[in-house]
């Protein structure tokens, strides 16, 4: 088993920023992506960001030049750094950690963009 720990959210005005953190422990793999998806409501979960534990990174379109992801592999740790935020990044953030196809859930931090 692996156990997720977010911290992170808040509430923001637009335009501002906000940095997650999502620790992990537990059985961990040297092997690993951890990623962080968002779900607003009466939408669907969608990924956000992820990073391999080589640090290859993927991102959501809606995203891109806004947010990084980024990890401390000592520590077991996953970051997402959220810039010029928008409205409609308002959502439930959970992190994701896969390992050898099998997935854990962080219990998800809320974001909330609002003047």
């Known amino acids: 088993q692996v156990q997720l720990v977010e911290s992170g959210g808040g509430l923001v005005q637009p335009g501002g920023s906000l940095r997650l953190s999502c620790a992990a422990s537990g059985s961990i793999s040297s092997i690993n992506n951890m990623g962080w998806y968002r779900q607003a409501p009466g939408k669907q979960r969608e990924l956000v960001a992820n990073i391999n534990s080589g640090g290859g990174t993927n991102y959501a379109d809606s995203v891109k030049g806004r947010f990084t992801i980024s990890r401390d592999n000592a520590k077991n740790t996953a970051f997402l750094q959220m810039n010029s935020l928008k409205p409609e990044d308002t959502a439930v953030y959970y992190c994701?950690?896969?390992?050898?196809?099998?997935?854990?859930w962080g219990q998800g931090t809320q974001v909330t963009v609002s003047s």
């Open positions: 994701r950690y896969m390992k050898y196809g099998m997935a854990y």
